[in-house]
């Protein structure tokens, strides 16, 4: 699947900032077997007095902005065209739970995207108890020998099942604990906690960032900016089949629908905005997304 893609996001501060720097992390990359990126473009107004783009750890773009002068308004807008493939069919190759672990210790590389990375806690994935035991109530139904994938697709379908959506219960910095003790969150609360579950029974895994298609009703017209970032879950399920993506948002593998910017341990290595403003006053931010096919695009 072909698509348009765009981004704008705003920000406007009350008193104008002196000392401004971000991270971005919102150019999309190729990625082997599953997107590929025709053309892209990042501007960013009032232009930056620094910029530099890079790559992180797990090979995700980065673009370091910086202003010597006072702004107080700052608009970040990405226009791109990504190839979306078709996810090949989903063999369970993977082995049982209980050999997973030999597998991952048996790999020796510590290459950005080794399995090793995605095991133990990070900055906003405590291991904790409490969804652990969730982790493993999931699969008492599944029975003796359940895989590394079906113990992922089981974990992920629960959670769909049993959190509700809900866009006020949470904010970017409400810890998935707080999220799972009360059944409700964001795209961000469902991934961070089938995160911390899967890395409490054993299964690496680590968070997406991008963007999902949406739909609008039937015979209504698709809405202009009504798209949005979304967030997913990668897993390590063996040697044999490698990472795998499921959202448990929406409780489905992540397919032609998704278009990925970045992936890590958690959000904190895959935020879109990062940085530091020293201002007075609060601030004010916007963002719009369209993702649109390019059949729909070109009519």
Request: aromatic fraction near 8%.
């Amino acid at each position: 699947m072909l698509y348009d893609l765009s981004l704008t996001i705003d920000y406007s501060y009350d008193a104008a900032s002196d000392r401004t720097r971000n991270i971005l992390r919102l150019l999309p990359s190729n990625v082997a077997g599953v997107q590929q990126v025709r053309q892209r473009l990042l501007t960013i107004l009032p232009r930056p007095d620094e910029r530099r783009d890079g790559w992180d750890f797990f090979g995700n773009e980065m673009s370091m902005v910086a202003w010597h002068h006072p702004i107080d308004a700052i608009s970040m807008q990405l226009t791109a065209q990504i190839e979306r493939f078709e996810p090949a069919s989903l063999f369970d190759l993977s082995p049982p739970l209980e050999e997973l672990r030999a597998e991952i210790l048996a790999l020796k590389s510590l290459a950005p995207d080794a399995p090793h990375h995605f095991l133990a806690a990070s900055p906003r994935v405590a291991l904790s108890p409490k969804i652990t035991d969730y982790g493993w109530d999931c699969l008492t139904d599944l029975g003796e020998g359940v895989t590394a994938l079906k113990a992922v697709e089981a974990i992920g379908r629960a959670l769909n099942r049993d959190m509700r959506f809900d866009p006020k219960a949470t904010d970017v910095d409400t810890p998935p604990e707080v999220a799972f003790e009360n059944r409700h969150g964001v795209c961000q609360d469902f991934a961070h906690i089938m995160i911390a579950a899967l890395r409490g029974i054993g299964i690496p895994a680590g968070y997406v960032s991008g963007f999902l298609r949406t739909f609008p009703p039937p015979g209504q017209p698709r809405l202009e900016g009504a798209d949005a970032m979304h967030a997913w879950v990668r897993a390590w399920v063996g040697k044999q089949v490698g990472w795998i993506e499921f959202d448990p948002t929406n409780d489905q593998f992540a397919g032609t629908d998704y278009i990925t910017i970045g992936h890590g341990r958690d959000y904190g290595d895959v935020a879109p905005v990062k940085g530091a403003v020293r201002s007075a006053g609060g601030h004010r931010t916007q963002q719009a997304v369209d993702v649109i096919p390019l059949e729909d695009a070109l009519a």
